[in-house]
Structures are given as C-alpha cells and as structure tokens.
C-alpha cells in the first residue's frame, strides 16, 4: 500500500511538474514574462523576432496603394543593390528580402501586389544562383517562409505543395498559426525547437535545384501573365572565381532540365561575373567598390529590362 502511495504520489509529482512547465512555456511568449523567463532560462538570444518582422514590413509594403506599376523582388543581393534607389523610381516598389524568404514567399508578395495594383505592368525578380538552389531549410528557415506569413495571415496563398513540403523539412505544426506563433515567440521553445531542427534536420544546400522553387516561379509567370503583366527573371552578379564557374555550369544543365529553361532559356546566358574583390563576403557587392551603378547599368542593358529605374541623381 505504501509502494503505491508513494507511485501515485510521484506520478502527482511529474504531471504537476509538466503542467507547470507548459504554463511557463505558454506565458513565455508574452510579454513581461517573456522577457523573465529569457533571463532566467539564459535564452535572451531567441528573443529576437527581426527576422520574422523584416519580412512583414514587405508584406505589408506590397500592398499599400501606391501608383506604383512594377514590383522588384529577390533576395538579399537584390535588396542590396537596388533598394536605396526607391525614392527615385515613384514607378517601383521594392520588396526584396532574402533567399531565406523562398519562392512560395515571392508568390505571395506577387500575388498581394497584383491584387492592390490593378494596373502593375511587371514583375522584376532578381536573384543569384544560391536562392535558386535554396528550397526549404534549416540554415535560413521558417522564420524567413513562414512566421510571416502565419503573422499576416497570408500563408494560405501558398500552394498545398509548398505547405507540404515546409511540414516535411519543420514539422507538422509550422503551418498552425497558433501553434507555430506560440514557439516563435517563446524563447525556451524556440531554442529547444531550434536545437532539435538542426539536429535532425542540419543545414545544408545541395547543387540542385528544387522542385518548390521551379514551381513557384512558373505559378509566378503564370499569375503574371493571368493578371495582364510581364514577370522577368534576373540572374544576380555572381563573384569570379574556378570554383564558382565550376559549380554554374552544373546548375545551368540542371536548369536545363526544368521547364524554367523553356519560359527563361537566357537566364544564364544573361548572368553576369566580376572580380571576387568586387564582393564584401563572395556574395553580395562591395558598396566601397564603386562598382554597383555599373553592375545595375550592365544588368539593365543585358537583361533588356528594368531600363528605366534610376540610379543617377536628376
């Protein structure tokens, strides 16, 4: 009698224990606690939520009414190169992120555009060959693809294969709003959620192209052509180097074998090579170079496209 006296107490023990530990995992994610349970917890590094609001501000920026007639969108080279030229271009919003935002992501800042400018005339989408290869994963993940689109309530513009496959690479949860929004915002989830993601599930990108990302950019096309405007596709300047010529020519004949080589065939013909002291970290160019306005003026002229949008002072 005593043995199961004392079991049953222990499992009073461990049930309360979970039950208390649930309701601090909860109240984590609100402020005051939040911030409490980060000191405490030593998880003040997973406080930060810039990555997820860094792609909300674009969201939210599509869609503002503007006369804006054109879209430039891409990664973090295109937002690198061409954003502080906005104010210049009233023709232009510019909502490039980052390769981590994904193409179902462009999608849906594509399609938020096109439904708030009835009158939008293209699509720019500018990008290297690293987003090209970048489907979903852990390195640039979730809070790039989909907490910010959980946050505004436009992930479900996302075909039901994108969805499927963020589920496959973050767990079944990511794409419940509440669930995934209560981890984000949890600094002891998000570390304990974090260190099991990469774990399991390590960062890394092959040389290949992934079926997500040929999709998107043909559902991109698709829209485009649907709501009356041109969507192009832009290769983003690639740093010099044997490796890198190596590595381009195995994608351009893993290109060759997707339908983007049907509806883009020149979007390696038009990529364009500079010296790698032209790059700050081998990606993106170097503003203390002084070769950007060129790398812009020399993507403009090869591209047939984006002619218009100055970079030069009136």
């Known amino acids: 009698m005593e043995k199961k006296r004392f079991f049953l107490k ?14 601090l995992c909860v109240a984590s994610a ?15 590094d997973f406080l930060d939520q810039g990555p997820s609001h860094e792609i909300v501000t674009k969201i939210e920026k599509v869609q503002e009414g503007s006369g804006a007639t054109k879209l430039l969108i891409g990664d973090s080279v295109c937002n690198h190169m061409f954003a502080e030229y906005e104010e210049m271009n009233p023709d232009y919003i510019v909502a490039a992120g980052n390769r981590g935002v994904g193409m179902s992501g462009q999608y849906v800042l594509t399609r938020l555009f096109l439904d708030t400018h ?11 060959t690293n987003t090209l290869i970048t489907g979903y994963e852990t390195q640039f993940g979730y809070q790039y693809s989909v907490t910010p689109f959980l946050r505004t309530d436009t992930l479900g513009l996302m075909d039901e294969e994108s969805l499927s496959d963020m589920r496959s690479v973050y767990g079944g949860f990511v794409t419940d709003k509440k669930a995934a929004l209560l981890m984000e915002d949890s600094p002891v989830l998000k570390k304990l959620y974090l260190n099991l993601l990469n774990k399991y599930k390590p960062a890394g990108i092959k040389a290949e192209i992934p079926d997500t990302v040929v999709r998107n950019i043909i559902r991109i096309h698709d829209l485009c052509k649907e709501r009356g405007a041109t969507l192009y596709l832009i290769p983003g300047p690639v740093a010099d180097s044997s490796e890198r010529r190596e590595l381009e ?11 983007l080589a049907e509806v883009y065939p020149d979007f390696y013909g038009n990529m364009l090579y500079y ?7 081998g990606v993106h160019p170097d503003r203390n170079s002084g070769m950007i306005d060129d790398m812009i003026r020399e993507m403009q002229a090869v591209n047939h496209c984006l002619e218009d949008y100055t970079i030069d002072e009136q």
């Open 10 to 23: 222990g499992i009073g023990f461990v049930l309360l224990f979970v039950l208390l530990f649930a309701a």
């Open 30 to 44: 609100f402020s005051p606690v939040r911030e409490m349970v980060a000191q405490l917890t030593d998880t003040g």
């Open 118 to 128: 009835p009158d939008a005339e293209a699509v720019y989408l500018v990008i290297t």
């Open 249 to 259: 020519k195995t994608l351009e004949e893993k290109y060759g074998e997707t339908k």
């Open 275 to 281: 010296p790698a002291e032209y790059f700050s970290d």
